[in-house]
DNA sequence: CGTTATACAAGACGTCTGTCTTGTTGTAAA
DNA sequence: TTTACAACAAGACAGACGTCTTGTATAACG
């Protein structure tokens, strides 16, 4: 048998297999951030997208192929999101879309991140998905340069403030809050989130750490 | 048979068996830091430990109770160290010695983080975790809040940074940088995490965000 | 129409899992 | 010395797992 390219193919076309292999993509990140990765099996993405283990395996050869297209699409997710909301904005416009879409405001962003801190862990082990997160790192992290760029060249940020280090630690911090509400209720409400954003991009414009009071002081912990 | 605390008890005590229970729970995060925590099972702790699936069992009655115990030993750890680098010392150098003790410098502070990561997502299905890390969260905040009111106390920060909400920022940042680390090489080697930590405590002596640069700009992404 | 590859379903199998259970050994109080 | 229990070891087992395999239906081409 020789399976190389044969001219003249003919296979029965589905409506959507497409649609069906996100569909169990979905399926797959909603069971890790209801179940964890431990409760992630063929079996359990099949049933939770109401179909067999067969057609799981049929658009997915292995676990792993599942594992890490389940983490292409969540970073996916997160990066048309922001596309819609930003538009053709820039500067501190796009700047603050970029960061809201990353706070778990939504229930939504809140699964992301849970699903964040799943891949972020699978990829001490798993080479494929540590890569991913590299690339979706970087990437978030050039496209909110590029916004402080500008809202600096139109004066929307201090002219002070050194970009390149700033952005990379504003990032850092969005990572710290992010992942620390995952364990921590009092960080899932919006009021708070609200509050820290406000705080980070009140003090983006001074450039000054004294700025940073921000109406907050009510939280005590 | 009645087992109800009967007087007079006779058995045969261990030398030390804090210290097999102890050596258990290393192997067990050394598990999970190699290979992750979906390989960490009572029958691979035993061979990490080399002993035998029932010693396991004796000391930890459950799965779980293995990962809860696994995971205050790694807060503990960190906890420990920072007390005997910290000492006497405070306000500036104790929160420096804090920090630094945070950031994954060694190897061991690095799989101090990765088994992090792996428990902070089993907070999302163990709420015991999920309570241990919020503890710990705390635990932290607090120690770098208390060094920093005594820090600015002495004039070593800027006098115009308000504490509590920086200090949470403070905290974030670490985080997100620590995470970071984990799936970014070049965010492993000592260099660049110098250059980072000294850019941050630069920030927090001033107060101002144009004293960032402190001698960063090799860094192309 | 027959051919062929795809969409999908499910049986079978060997492995690994956690836990229950039944051990054996050694020590210290009675 | 007997006794009772902790320290430790390992057999047994039911369930869940990933994957290999074999099956049927269907749609597009020759």
Redo the contacts with the bound molecule.
């Keep these: 048998m020789d ?1 190389t390219t ?1 001219e ?7 409506d959507s ?1 497409q649609e ?1 292999r996100e569909h169990i993509i979905q399926a797959a990140t909603g069971v890790i951030a209801r179940e964890g990765l431990a ?6 993405v099949a049933t939770a997208a109401g ?5 799981v ?3 997915f ?4 192929a599942l594992l890490v297209a389940s983490n292409d699409w969540a970073n996916a997710t997160y990066l048309k999101r922001v596309q819609t909301a930003v538009g053709k904005k820039s500067g501190l416009q796009a700047l603050e879309l970029r960061l809201r879409n990353l706070i778990p405001y939504t229930d939504t962003i809140y699964d992301e991140w849970k699903v964040r801190v799943a891949f972020w862990h699978q990829g001490v082990t798993l080479p494929l998905v540590e890569e991913a997160n590299n690339r979706s790192f970087y990437g978030v992290y050039h496209a909110i340069l590029e916004d402080m760029r500008q809202a600096q060249a139109a004066g929307e940020i201090a002219a002070g403030i050194p970009l390149r280090v700033t952005s990379e630690l504003l990032l850092m911090t969005m990572i710290g809050l992010c992942m620390s509400s995952i364990n921590d209720t009092k960080l899932r409400r919006k009021a708070p989130l609200d509050r820290r954003l406000a705080m980070i991009l009140g003090f983006l414009k001074t450039g000054d750490a004294a700025a940073l009071e921000v109406g907050d002081p009510e939280t005590e912990y």
């Design positions: 399976s044969k003249g193919a003919f296979p029965r076309v589905s297999t069906r409760a992630l099996s063929v079996r359990s179909c067999s283990r067969g057609l395996e049929h658009y050869r292995n676990k792993n």
